[in-house]
Structures are given as structure tokens and as C-alpha cells.
């Protein structure tokens, strides 16, 4: 079975219908003249600044309009979620890291930092940092700090299931990243933690400050080419890369104030951890020695199937079973 989750993608609106060109302006009573209309249309204006009326030299501006498919079928309804959104269980919606990573993206937001430690058994913490151009201009970092709780009798393990808390505990160092990531985007762009049906619906609109580089300027010219032959690093010193954007879901209710930061781990192989807590696991975990069998159709089982199929199921089966499950 497919899951719809992973293949929800945002739909990028036309700007010419808010009266902007298909391409970036220095024109700032045309980018003036958009937000208005946008606001007017009942558009939610993400960014730092909403009001525009100084545009720097050598940059131009583009609006980027990005709706989120905001319907539940069936399956959705169940799922409570729809891979863009997910219930809070409070009447309010959260968009999912999916989402999160594809307006960072949109607004070209960059990761300088990212550190997670273990500060007690069951406890993370970790430090995410990322930057973005504000519109006069000047680079605007961003950092925020999750601490998560995962200790027994703690208020984030005492809301899961024994299930949930034992797969969030397994992967609990790309769970806290990921919530400070989700921390950190919705802090640059002005996002919401819920949001009500009616402005789930609604696009988001944010203008981007693009740099247009002077050609006729040999230095310019340099640059340009060397940022696009990959040599820019050896020129000009290392750039910061942007962040994995894979998705990490797994449902976790706590209180309302943390609920949209919760969007925990899936149990899964391919997800994203940090690479001494996989050799950890590999040197304690043998792979592919076949300690079990399925339970449904009696084929041998690696460790890691059997693992997985016991956290997700409750009991182990094979990939071929678990996809018919």
C-alpha cells in the first residue's frame, strides 16, 4: 500500500494572479501593490516583514505562493493526517516537516549549525541554527534549543503509548533535532503552531530576497562562475548546505503549546540518525543474522525486519507480509 503521506507535495500558485510578473521585480510598489492583494484575498503572509518599501541594490524580489492540499479522505480521517497536515486533536492542524521543509526551501533557508547531545540517559537536547536574507538586505540567523524528555514519568513519555515511547526513545537524537528544526522554520517564517480548517485551506504568500549579480562586473562574473564549476569553496571558504529535508512522523500528543513540535519518528531503517548511534547499533545488533521467523507465512527474519515488525505490529513478520498488513 502507498503511503499518501510521503508523496503530498505543495502546489505552487501563478503570483501573476496578485498582479505580479511570472519572474523577480526591483519594482517595490508592484511587490507593495501584491501583499496587499494577497492580504485582501485572505492569504496568510509568511516572512519577517510583511510591508515592503526598500528593495537593496543588485536584488530583485519574487512572491512565492504555496498551497497546501488541506482535504482528508477516508484513510486520511483515520490517519489523522494527510502528509501536509496532521491533527492536533484540539480543532487546530499543524503542517507536518514535510510541509515545514518545503516552505524553508521556498524562502531559501539555510542550516549553519546543528548539535545534539545526550545529556541523560533517555534525554536530548539539541541546538539548531539556520539563516535567511531578511529584505534590507542583511543575513538573519535564527537558533532554537528542544530539549527532549523521554525519562520515565516525564510528561512527553507519560503521553505515548508503550509502543510509541520505545520507537521515540530508539531514534530519540533525530526526534529532538527534528523538533528544533520545526522550532527554528516556524520561528523565521512567522508560523503558526496550529491552525484553524478555514486557514489550513488558505495559500501562504512570502516574497523572497533574490541577489541579481552585476555580470558586467569581472569579479561579479568570477564568482558566479566559480559558485557553477562547485569550486566555490576552494576559492572563497566552506558554504553551509541545506538541511535533510526527509520527513520524521510519528504522532505524539502532549499539551497544545508543544503539540505541532511533535511530530515524532517513524520506526524505520531508512530514517535519518545520527551516525555514531548507528555503528552503536550495528555493533550491538547483527544485521543480517536470522534470529526469527514470520509469524504469518514462516520465512526466516534479519534481526532488523523482526525489530521492526515487533515495534510496528507487535509481532514479526516479513517485508511482504507487513506490506499486505
Not at 79 to 107: I, P, T
Not at 118 to 140: A, N, Y
Not at 161 to 172: F, I, P, V, Y
Request: aromatic share 6%.
Amino acid at each position: 500500500m502507498t503511503d499518501e503521506r510521503s508523496t503530498a507535495l505543495a502546489r505552487r500558485i501563478d503570483p501573476t494572479e496578485l498582479g505580479m510578473p511570472s519572474g523577480p521585480t526591483a519594482d517595490v510598489a508592484l511587490v507593495a501593490d501584491a501583499m496587499s492583494r494577497a492580504s485582501a484575498k485572505g492569504y496568510t503572509l509568511l516572512g519577517p516583514t510583511t510591508k515592503i518599501s526598500y528593495i537593496p541594490p543588485g536584488h530583485v524580489i519574487s512572491i512565492r505562493i504555496v498551497e497546501f492540499g488541506g482535504e482528508f479522505n477516508a484513510e486520511q480521517q483515520q490517519a489523522k493526517s494527510n502528509g501536509n497536515w496532521y491533527r492536533l486533536g484540539n480543532g487546530l492542524f499543524a503542517l507536518h516537516r514535510s510541509a515545514l521543509d518545503q516552505l524553508a526551501a521556498a524562502a531559501s533557508i539555510s542550516t549553519v549549525k546543528s548539535v545534539t547531545t545526550l545529556e541523560e540517559p533517555s534525554m536530548w537536547k539539541c541546538t539548531h541554527r539556520i539563516r535567511m536574507k531578511s529584505f534590507d538586505g542583511q543575513v538573519v540567523e535564527v537558533e532554537r534549543t528542544k530539549i527532549l524528555d523521554l525519562r520515565n514519568g516525564s510528561a512527553e513519555a507519560a503521553a505515548m503509548t508503550a509502543g510509541q515511547l520505545k520507537g521515540a526513545r530508539q531514534h530519540g537524537a533525530a526526534l529532538c533535532e527534528s523538533k528544533a528544526v520545526n522550532r527554528c522554520i516556524r520561528s523565521a517564517l512567522g508560523l503558526k503552531g496550529g491552525y484553524t480548517v478555514d486557514e489550513k485551506n488558505r495559500p501562504f504568500v512570502f516574497p523572497v530576497l533574490i541577489w541579481l549579480p552585476d555580470m558586467e562586473n569581472p569579479r561579479i562574473a568570477e564568482m558566479v562562475a566559480a559558485r557553477e564549476l562547485g569550486i566555490t569553496e576552494g576559492l572563497y571558504g566552506p558554504s553551509y548546505k541545506a538541511v535533510d529535508a526527509g520527513p520524521i512522523e510519528v504522532p505524539v500528543l502532549t499539551d497544545q503549546s508543544d503539540a505541532a513540535e511533535m511530530a515524532a519518528v517513524q520506526t524505520d531503517e531508512r530514517e535519518r540518525e545520527p551516525i555514531p548511534a548507528r555503528q552503536e547499533r550495528r555493533q550491538e545488533q547483527p544485521a543480517e543474522q536470522s534470529v526469527e521467523q514470520c509469524v504469518q507465512c514462516g520465512a526466516p527474519l534479519p534481526y532488523r525486519v523482526a525489530s521492526y515488525s515487533t515495534d510496528k505490529y507487535g509481532e514479526p513478520l516479513c517485508y511482504q507480509c507487513q506490506q499486505e498488513r
